[in-house]
């Protein structure tokens, strides 16, 4: 037994050994992320009836566990001691036994740990299966009010102000590619100001956008606008908990069509073509309106 591991008090009922799925199963169980009531009926059974919790924190999974009269043996698995129990946690896999994995609040491996031994169970052929329940990003985007789909989950970004806004203008360089996707980040109260000013520097203050804070708990407050009042906002007065912040999408395609098509006019300009029959070649090629494609050639040709 693990020295960080404490011992069950009840063996498991059948019932609960079948949530627990066949010997040498693992089972990733989502918790609440602030309403304890939001705790999965079958992540209860399955934390019944596996052999051990791999768990985040054993203080916080004990009191989560003890609210539902169970104290199933815990183990810590966290960051960084994660390489080193994974060869331990396959072994007690391969052996037979079944093994719940669960982190301080809301789906494990979103921006919490548990990713690698994941991927090394399931590359050494186990069972790996999970009971869904809360997430703080999917709560957030869809009480946002913004497109639901498609969206990229972006986690927390760098915390210093220079990696933070290389990696913003990295997203804007991806949309500028054509991405137009609602974008989904984790931040911490003390710089959600800054965030949201970085990224209305980059995304202009006039995109749309959320910060949904405290989800599911009795300060719950979602803030709907965009990134322009929602930066004065928060620049003003620094919010306390928990927060998720969703970005509209960019025009995305449109503006990746666009510089498809200022390409096309610059190629047919330098081809020798005037302004009128470049822009009448690049509109029969691409479908565009003429007039539309004709205002972008006068412009390429430094005519207007
Ligand atoms: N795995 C978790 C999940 O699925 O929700 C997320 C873990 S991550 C370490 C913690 C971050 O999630 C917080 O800093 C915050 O950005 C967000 N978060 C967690 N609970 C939240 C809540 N109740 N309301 C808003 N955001 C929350």
Redesign the pocket.
């Known amino acids: 037994m693990d020295e960080s591991e404490v011992s069950p008090m009840h063996p498991p009922s059948d019932e609960a050994k079948r949530a627990a799925g066949p010997p040498g199963t693992l089972t990733l169980v989502a918790t609440p ?2 309403n304890l009531g939001d705790m999965p009926a079958r992540g209860i059974a399955v934390l019944a009836a596996v052999d051990a919790v791999l768990c985040e924190d054993t203080r916080v999974t004990a009191k989560l566990a003890a609210r539902h009269g169970l104290a199933p043996s815990l183990i810590a698995l966290h960051e960084h001691n994660e390489d080193a129990m994974t060869p331990r946690l396959l072994a007690r896999l391969a052996s037979g036994e079944r093994l719940a994995l669960v ?1 301080d ?4 491996l ?3 740990p548990g990713y690698r031994f994941v991927r090394s169970a399931i590359a050494a052929g186990h069972r790996v299966t999970a009971v869904p329940g ?4 999917l709560a ?1 985007l869809a009480v946002s009010g913004l497109p639901p789909a498609p969206f990229l989950f972006l986690g927390f970004l760098p915390p210093r102000a220079g990696a933070r806004r290389a990696r913003i203008a990295e997203l804007a360089r991806w949309e500028a590619a054509g991405l137009a996707a609602t974008l989904l980040l ?3 109260p003390r710089r959600l100001g800054a965030l949201l000013a970085d990224l209305a520097d980059v995304f202009g203050a006039a995109r749309p956008a959320a910060v ?6 009795l300060f719950e407050e979602v803030a709907r606008g965009t990134l322009g009042n929602l930066a004065r906002r928060y620049a003003e007065a620094t919010p306390r908990g ?3 912040v969703v970005v509209g999408p960019g025009a995305g395609e449109a503006a990746a069509d666009d510089a498809a098509v200022e390409q096309m006019l610059r190629a047919a300009l330098a081809r020798g073509l005037g302004v009128r029959d470049a822009a009448a070649e690049v509109a029969a090629a691409t479908g565009r309106p003429r007039r539309d494609v004709y205002a972008r050639a006068l412009r390429a040709s430094g005519r207007e």
Do not use: Q, Y
Request: hydrophobic content about 45%; aromatic content about 4%; proline content about 7%.
């Open positions: 992320i602030g982190s609040a809301g789906t494990p979103v921006s919490d809360p997430s703080a990003a957030a984790f931040e911490a949904a804070r405290e989800l599911t708990k928990e927060i998720v």
